[in-house]
């Protein structure tokens, strides 16, 4: 099974400020065939179903603010949230869609400061 | 608009069974693949089982593999999860989950609001 570690486990910003939430995989999530990583982004607010942010290791998915921002490849990704807002306070997931089983990280809570 | 209402879920005992099911609407339901997707309260996502537009490709987590069955009709636009041998270790919010491609390999772009197993005696 591919192992998906997020750092940190919590993370408080100033509204404003840069967020950034590291995930890595135990082994490569990118598909020399297409050269895709398979690795997305979710967003979960309290009380609330996950919400798709980022696929495909750096496309954002249609409607989600261009402050948020997904970049790696391979086994070492990052999501950044560029000026953190009230509402980005959430817990954070990657997932490697990869391989079976598809693995999430533990998440990444972030809070304001 | 993506609607995905899943429904079924309940207090059980132990060793019994369970079906969830998914109702989606708002999209093409036979050209992607679905997911489930579980979450006991206050902790992380597991994902438990995935199934291709036309179910050809089926995949299981190890923990659930020979007690859980995926199944879907496209004709109902809808999504199933026939649950047997019940676990405590099995409850959780179960979430319905669409794929952005047919096949499931793929990313999930939309999430259902989920329904609550709860395996207890």
């Known amino acids: 099974d591919i192992v998906m570690t997020q750092s940190p486990d919590s993370l408080a910003v100033s509204l404003g400020e840069r967020a950034t939430i590291n995930c890595k995989s135990s082994?490569?999530?990118?598909?020399?065939?297409?050269?895709?990583?398979?690795l997305a982004w979710h967003q979960q607010k309290p009380g609330q179903p996950p919400k798709l942010l980022i696929y495909?290791?750096?496309t954002r998915e249609y409607g989600v603010p261009d402050r948020f921002s997904g970049s790696g490849s391979g086994t070492d990704f990052t999501l950044t949230i560029s000026s953190l807002q009230a509402e980005d306070v959430a817990v954070y997931y990657c997932?490697?869609?990869?391989?079976?089983?598809?693995?999430f990280g533990q998440g990444t809570k972030v809070e304001i400061k | 608009e993506v609607q995905l209402v899943e429904s079924g879920g309940g207090l059980v005992q132990p060793g019994r069974s369970l079906r969830l099911s998914c109702a989606a609407s708002g999209f093409t339901f036979d050209d992607y693949a679905m997911k489930w997707v579980r979450q006991v309260p206050g902790k992380g996502l597991e994902w438990v089982s995935g199934i291709s537009w036309n179910s050809d490709t089926i995949d299981y987590a190890d923990s659930v593999k020979g007690r859980f069955t995926v199944s879907r009709d496209n004709a109902r636009n809808s999504l199933y999860l026939q649950m047997n041998s019940l676990r405590a270790e099995d409850t959780a919010l179960y979430y319905c989950?669409?794929?952005?491609?047919?096949?499931?390999?793929?990313?999930?772009?939309?999430w259902g609001q989920g329904t609550l197993v709860t395996v207890s005696s």
């Open positions: 989950a669409k794929a952005g491609c047919g096949g499931t390999r793929c990313y999930i772009n939309y």
């Open positions: 495909w290791a750096s």
């Open positions: 997932q490697q869609y990869y391989s079976t089983p598809e693995t």
């Open positions: 082994q490569s999530v990118l598909y020399s065939s297409n050269d895709k990583n398979y």
